[in-house]
């Protein structure tokens, strides 16, 4: 047998067994002398600048969530202009100097935990700040959690942050705040406006099977029917359903005079023309996750005219920044201003991160520090530019609850359509500036 | 073949080249092993990246490569061998040992796919791939237990400290992809090696010389759906976090696709080099945005078109150079 002939018939031999048997025992070794170095000597993070503090922003500037981000520019580069975060932040008789990193998310949870990781590794930020979505600030909140940085999130329904990631009620995140609102809130502001209309108190809900649908439908359909109204379910839907008939007969059958809804923005624009066409028109309509910014009323036209929702900041906010003075009205004129675009609820909750973060990292004794800042977070109470925030009062630890107002959309002069408060029942402080008016008269 | 006829040929699978690789392979892995103990997280982060990326790669090309199984559906596999580790977590076990039982996981579920999807060719076993992956998906969605479409956090490494977790994670990253390079070297060196580069080649001729075909396949498949299971239990444990949107997206196997395509496919060296490649591209242009994708994939046009051998192609013919020898060097005796 020649030698080409018995190599070609190798197999898995003596010899192969024993080189892969030998190549095991190598790494084996190699595994113990680790051991051996032991987990004292891991260099692990750097530790940065002593006198610079490094404030990390993650939110999903391109991608399909961009349109939350569409402010961030205007404010970042406000904050960077502003006061305190030009001239260091002021701790004791010390003045440090700030450094804000932003990042996109480009609207991928992997990519947003990926960036997390690069500003606590490699940017050393002290502070991690987030907006927008669950699919942003989940994982960001998560990557601070294992590796100890005080992060702050806003623009997220409570329950998604917080139950969404496995708390059982009265726990706490170690390093995880935030601010926004949750169910409780979308009846506190929904459920007055409903009454406020003469109508037979039969609500039509159309809630996908997804993880919001799937919220409304077990949290918020038993609030509706223990506030005395009644519910008609329209069925777990399929997220990008195209032929809605089925649904809107059954509204329709019901006679549901008031309309309540949690979907994605295409599926709303879909649903709704097609109510339209097929004689649906329920006396009011209080949408919940879309028609939340401008761009999203293009789509309908003047069918978005006197559709309700809730609205957590405006320019009609009575409220001013702690950190530029600025009032609600200056900081959204300055965006339309300098971007030619209409304002939207964000920039305030972008802005108020900031503020949040350096009311934080100035009252206490070394903003270095991180167990000190964090339990600063987590005992907050100031008012800023979306008026007050208070982390003591919370339904849960590490949340702090806005109250949003009801607004419609009414056809506007600057801009096609604009938000025009309605109904204050939750927050008295901002001024209502029209009628509750019928969707369909 | 009778000793008269014989030719008077050397035949060998090494050359000195591969024999210096081999030792600078050796120094290569101890001098990664130490790594944590040099440098900054922040560097063994990347890494773990790299390592993720390796893994898929290498898996991807031994399916298109050798096996001719373009499958656009291993994001199945990423998912599977990430929620197992989610599971099992859960019930108290550590997220490192979970790893290996992951890609475990992952290869026993695709034994059973693998009988539906393998009697398909071509285009249709592409898509068919794919559907298993988006099932996979919107089953999961209609998982509350697993986080449904919110997603869910990976439980067990809270109070652990964060530099041991990070040289762990980077550890755990290291081994997976060093097995799978290994691995998938000593699997093409066998006699099994022998028969999907013949199935490479040609599978027809392969069968006829008696290749069993759907068996070589169907090994090939399992052992992909293990390195994809295994990369999805690292991309939990180094995000210690899980949405199903993202981990069963078709981005994953675009970019195992892009790997083996830049690197050279059909070789063990390619999808290495396609790695680093795809890496420093992702590295320099991920703070451009949209733009990123697009470079990407003109890069892998232009490729397809002009280079469709890959950058291993470029540089392994050149210098006449095989890291990993599968193949003989049959040169005339002296």
Redesign the interface.
């Known amino acids: 047998?020649?030698?080409?002939?018995d190599?070609?018939?190798?197999?898995?031999t003596r010899r192969?067994a024993l080189k892969?048997a030998g190549?095991g025992a190598?790494?084996l070794s190699?595994a113990a002398f680790?051991e051996a170095?032991g987990?004292g000597?891991?260099?692990?993070?750097?530790s940065g600048s002593a006198g610079t503090i490094t404030i990390g922003y993650v939110s999903p500037?391109?991608g399909p969530l961009a349109g939350f981000a569409t402010g961030d520019n205007y404010v970042i580069n406000g904050v960077r202009g502003s006061d305190p975060y030009k001239n260091g932040f002021k701790v004791g008789s010390k003045t440090y100097n700030v450094n804000i990193v932003v990042k996109?998310s480009?609207s991928?949870?992997?990519r947003a935990?990926?960036v997390a990781?690069?500003l606590i590794?490699?940017d050393n930020a002290d502070i991690v700040l987030c907006s927008s979505t669950?699919?942003v600030t989940?994982?960001v909140a998560?990557?601070c959690?294992?590796?100890?940085v005080p992060n702050v999130a806003t623009i997220v329904p409570w329950e998604?942050w917080y139950f969404?990631?496995?708390k059982k009620p009265g726990e706490k995140f170690?390093w995880n705040t935030m601010f926004f609102f949750g169910l409780n809130e979308f009846k506190g502001c929904f459920f007055p406006m409903w009454d406020r209309m003469n109508t037979n108190k039969v609500v039509a809900g159309m809630y996908p099977?997804?993880?919001d649908g799937?919220a409304f439908r077990g949290n918020f359909i038993p609030l509706v029917t223990g506030g005395g109204f009644k519910m008609v379910d329209g069925g777990a839907y399929t997220d990008l359903t195209s032929d809605y008939t089925s649904m809107i007969s059954k509204f329709k059958a019901a006679d549901a005079q008031l309309f309540s809804n949690c979907p994605l923005p295409p599926d709303f624009n879909t649903f709704w023309k097609q109510a339209a066409q097929q004689g649906y028109k329920p006396k009011l309509a209080t949408v919940a996750k879309v028609l939340l910014f401008p761009a999203d009323t293009t789509a309908l036209g003047d069918l978005v005219t006197n559709i309700a929702t809730d609205c957590w900041w405006s320019p009609f906010h009575p409220y001013h920044s702690t950190l530029t003075g600025q009032t609600a009205k200056q900081l959204a004129d300055g965006f339309e201003s300098s971007s030619g675009q209409q304002w939207l609820s964000s920039l305030g909750s972008v802005h108020s991160l900031f503020e949040v973060a350096h009311a934080a990292m100035t009252s206490v004794d070394n903003p270095k520090d991180k167990s000190q800042v964090m339990s600063k977070l987590q005992a907050l109470s100031y008012t800023g530019i979306s008026g007050t925030l208070d982390w003591t009062k919370g339904p849960m630890p590490g949340v702090a609850i806005q109250q949003p107002v009801g607004v419609q959309w009414r056809k506007g002069t600057k801009y096609p359509y604009s938000m025009v408060v309605v109904d204050n029942a939750l927050n008295k402080d901002v001024p209502t500036n029209g009628d509750l008016l019928p969707t369909n008269a | 073949?009778s000793?008269s006829t014989?030719?008077s040929?050397?035949?060998s699978?090494s050359r000195r080249s591969s024999i210096w690789m081999l030792v600078a392979g050796?120094v290569l892995?101890?001098a990664l092993?130490?790594l944590?103990?040099?440098?900054?997280?922040?560097v063994t982060?990347l890494f773990v990246?790299f390592f993720i990326l390796l893994t898929l790669g290498v898996t991807w090309n031994l399916l298109a490569g050798y096996a001719g199984l373009v499958s656009v559906g291993q994001q199945a596999y990423i998912g599977v061998g990430a929620y197992a580790v989610l599971v099992l977590a859960g019930d108290g076990m550590s997220p490192f040992l979970a790893i290996p039982l992951g890609a475990l996981t992952a290869a026993i579920v695709s034994i059973p796919v693998s009988f539906i999807v393998l009697h398909l060719r071509g285009a249709y076993f592409a898509i068919a791939t794919w559907v298993v992956a988006e099932s996979f998906r919107l089953a999961v969605?209609?998982a509350?237990s697993l986080?449904?479409?919110?997603?869910?956090?990976?439980?067990g490494?809270?109070g652990?400290?964060?530099?041991?977790?990070?040289?762990f994670t980077y550890?755990a990253a290291l081994?997976v992809a060093?097995a799978t390079l290994?691995g998938c070297y000593?699997l093409l060196?066998?006699?099994f090696g022998?028969d999907l580069t013949a199935i490479r080649d040609n599978e027809v001729g392969a069968r006829s010389v008696g290749v069993r075909i759907m068996q070589a396949k169907r090994i090939v498949y399992v052992v992909a759906a293990a390195g994809a299971g295994a990369a999805g239990a690292l991309?939990i444990v180094?995000?210690?976090?899980v949405?199903a949107?993202?981990?069963f997206?078709v981005q994953w196997s675009a970019y195992m696709i892009f790997v083996a395509l830049i690197g050279g496919i059909g070789t063990v060296e390619g999808p290495i080099l396609g790695t680093l490649a795809f890496f420093l591209l992702q590295q320099s242009l991920a703070?451009r945005?949209?733009w990123y994708l697009i470079v990407v994939g003109a890069v892998a046009v232009l490729m397809a078109m002009f280079v469709p051998r890959g950058l291993w192609g470029l540089v392994g013919d050149r210098f006449r150079l095989r890291l990993f020898p599968t193949g003989?060097w049959?040169r005339p005796a002296r």
């Open positions: 047998m020649s030698e080409l002939e190599r070609l018939n190798l197999s898995i192969t892969v190549a190598l790494s190699a680790l170095c987990l000597g891991l260099k692990g993070t750097s500037q391109t996109d480009q991928d949870p992997n935990s990926q990781r690069e590794l490699n669950p699919e989940n994982p998560d990557v959690e294992a590796n100890g998604s969404g990631r496995g170690n099977n997804d993880a799937n | 073949m000793e014989a030719p040929v050397r035949v699978r050796v892995l101890a092993a130490s944590p103990y040099v440098v900054y997280a922040n982060d990246n969605l209609r509350p986080g449904g479409g919110t997603g869910a956090t990976l439980y490494l809270a652990v400290d964060p530099a041991v977790r990070e040289a550890w081994a060093a290994i000593v060196r066998t006699r022998l991309l180094s995000q210690l976090n949405q949107a993202s981990i997206s703070e945005g949209a003989y049959v």
